[in-house]
């Protein structure tokens, strides 16, 4: 076992995981573009060709926790709402404090069968990365500025957009709007003490104008809310560059379904409604650090095989070839083939660490300058 764990560790090894999900993404992205013929002509077929490319992107990173990684996640919640899972459109909410919390988010999604069609609210500047944020766009994902005067009216229509759409998806929403730190939850508690609103010890105070526009907008589309809290056994840190390394991490997550016939329609009482579901999130959060567990049975959706069948089959099609490239670089002998391929990999080293800094918590977004203290919230 210590064999593999070097293995996993080398940066060769995270050097193909790159090189594959790169080159497979930008082929992805250029079929996508195709697609766009097809829209004027069939909308509901683009959407659902468009659902099964995003899912050759997105569950590459799915792979990489699940499979390559190996770790856990064990789904407290009631055994009466567990075969809804999956079969019905539902907003998730999900606190938002560890690294890879977007990942476990996925990987939900992933296991009841519905990754390729999940929905994020994303910041805007996403939309013109390539590969992730291309693929995004080309899903209809809803992206966001953070300036409500701006959001209320584009986030609307793209919220309305997906009344129609053909697939089934979560829609994922981080309320707190930014990765959790003890800076950022000091600044959002001086808000709350402003605003009247009662402390939270683990979450930042949520947003929630975003979170009522989209129960507003997809109301008799999506079926429930599902409160999602996740934690991990041991006081663990997960990583981006963890996963990266195959180390396991223990996930507990939490998981209510709410129907969404009970969050309020009026903006003002469904923030109200928010409001109260984050402290009781807060409270599990509390139990969670006493007990070590989260109410509910214990459950663990079995891990299904296609991202793992999806990245080998990109991983045949596109190693071969690279490595074939590589070989007659180095047999050219040429001093100057030679250095422009330990630039290539100098760059690609370069580049492999800048994506996985960009997750890094003390990285996130801003969270408390001269603006946000006074317009922070609601």
Same mark, same amino acid.
């Given at each position: 076992?210590?064999? !593999?764990?070097?293995?996993?560790?080398?940066?060769?090894?995270?050097?193909?995981?790159?090189?594959?999900?790169?080159?497979?993404?930008? !082929?992805?992205?250029?079929?996508?573009?195709?697609?766009?013929?097809?829209?004027?002509?069939?909308? *509901?077929?683009? &959407?659902?060709?468009?659902?099964?490319?995003?899912?050759?992107?997105?569950?590459?990173?799915?792979?990489?926790?699940?499979?390559?990684?190996?770790?856990?996640?064990? !789904?407290?919640?009631?055994?009466?709402?567990?075969?809804?899972?999956?079969?019905?459109?539902?907003?998730?909410?999900?606190?938002?404090?560890?690294?890879?919390?977007?990942?476990?988010?996925?990987?939900? #999604?992933? &296991?009841?069968?519905?990754?390729?069609?999940?929905?994020?609210? +994303?910041?805007?500047?996403?939309?013109?990365?390539?590969?992730?944020?291309?693929?995004?766009?080309?899903?209809?994902?809803?992206?966001?500025?953070?300036?409500?005067? *701006? =959001?209320?009216?584009?986030?609307?229509?793209?919220?309305?957009?997906?009344?129609?759409?053909?697939?089934?998806?979560?829609?994922?929403?981080?309320?707190?709007?930014?990765?959790? @730190?003890?800076?950022?939850?000091?600044?959002?508690?001086?808000?709350?003490?402003?605003?009247?609103?009662?402390?939270?010890?683990?979450?930042?105070?949520?947003?929630?104008?975003?979170?009522?526009?989209?129960?507003?907008?997809?109301?008799?589309?999506?079926?429930?809310?599902?409160?999602?809290?996740?934690?991990?056994?041991?006081? %663990?840190?997960?990583?981006?560059?963890?996963?990266?390394?195959?180390?396991?991490?223990?996930?507990?997550?939490?998981? &209510?379904?709410?129907?969404?016939?009970?969050?309020? %329609?009026?903006?003002?009482?469904?923030?109200?409604?928010?409001?109260?579901?984050?402290?009781?999130? =807060? +409270?599990? *959060?509390?139990?969670?650090?006493?007990?070590?567990?989260?109410?509910?049975?214990?459950?663990?959706?079995?891990? &299904?095989?296609? @991202?793992?069948?999806?990245?080998?089959?990109?991983?045949?099609?596109?190693?071969?070839?690279?490595?074939?490239?590589?070989?007659?670089?180095?047999?050219?002998?040429?001093?100057?083939?030679? #250095?422009?391929?330990?630039?290539?990999?100098?760059?690609?080293?370069?580049?492999?660490?800048?994506?996985?800094?960009?997750?890094?918590?003390?990285?996130?977004?801003?969270?408390?300058?001269?603006?946000?203290?006074?317009?922070?919230?609601?």
């Amino acid at each position: 076992m210590d064999l !593999i764990a070097l293995l996993k560790s080398q940066f060769l090894c995270h050097l193909i995981f790159c090189y594959v999900f790169i080159a497979s993404g930008l !082929i992805i992205n250029t079929i996508q573009l195709f697609t766009l013929l097809l829209w004027p002509i069939n909308k *509901q077929l683009f &959407r659902k060709i468009n659902c099964r490319l995003s899912y050759c992107i997105s569950s590459q990173l799915v792979m990489l926790l699940e499979w390559w990684s190996g770790t856990e996640c064990i !789904i407290h919640t009631d055994p009466r709402a567990y075969p809804k899972y999956g079969k019905e459109n539902a907003i998730v909410v999900l606190n938002h404090k560890f690294e890879i919390d977007f990942l476990c988010g996925w990987s939900l #999604a992933e &296991r009841f069968g519905v990754l390729g069609g999940s929905k994020v609210l +994303a910041k805007k500047e996403l939309a013109y990365v390539p590969i992730i944020g291309w693929m995004w766009y080309f899903t209809e994902m809803v992206f966001c500025t953070r300036k409500w005067e *701006q =959001d209320r009216k584009t986030v609307s229509e793209s919220l309305l957009h997906l009344r129609d759409y053909p697939e089934k998806y979560f829609f994922l929403i981080h309320c707190e709007g930014t990765r959790f @730190t003890e800076k950022k939850h000091q600044i959002s508690m001086q808000v709350a003490q402003a605003k009247g609103l009662p402390s939270l010890k683990h979450h930042l105070l949520p947003r929630t104008k975003g979170f009522a526009i989209t129960v507003r907008s997809l109301r008799n589309v999506v079926s429930a809310v599902y409160d999602c809290t996740l934690n991990f056994r041991n006081n %663990e840190n997960p990583t981006l560059l963890g996963v990266l390394n195959g180390k396991k991490y223990h996930a507990d997550l939490y998981v &209510r379904r709410i129907p969404l016939g009970e969050v309020p %329609e009026d903006e003002d009482r469904c923030a109200a409604w928010l409001h109260k579901l984050y402290q009781e999130k =807060d +409270a599990l *959060q509390e139990e969670y650090s006493r007990t070590g567990t989260f109410p509910g049975t214990p459950m663990v959706p079995p891990r &299904r095989p296609w @991202t793992l069948v999806n990245w080998l089959f990109w991983a045949s099609l596109l190693l071969y070839p690279f490595f074939r490239f590589l070989v007659n670089m180095v047999r050219s002998g040429s001093s100057l083939t030679l #250095a422009s391929f330990v630039l290539v990999f100098f760059v690609a080293s370069v580049g492999v660490r800048w994506m996985i800094g960009v997750t890094e918590i003390d990285k996130g977004s801003a969270y408390g300058n001269m603006d946000s203290k006074q317009k922070h919230g609601d």
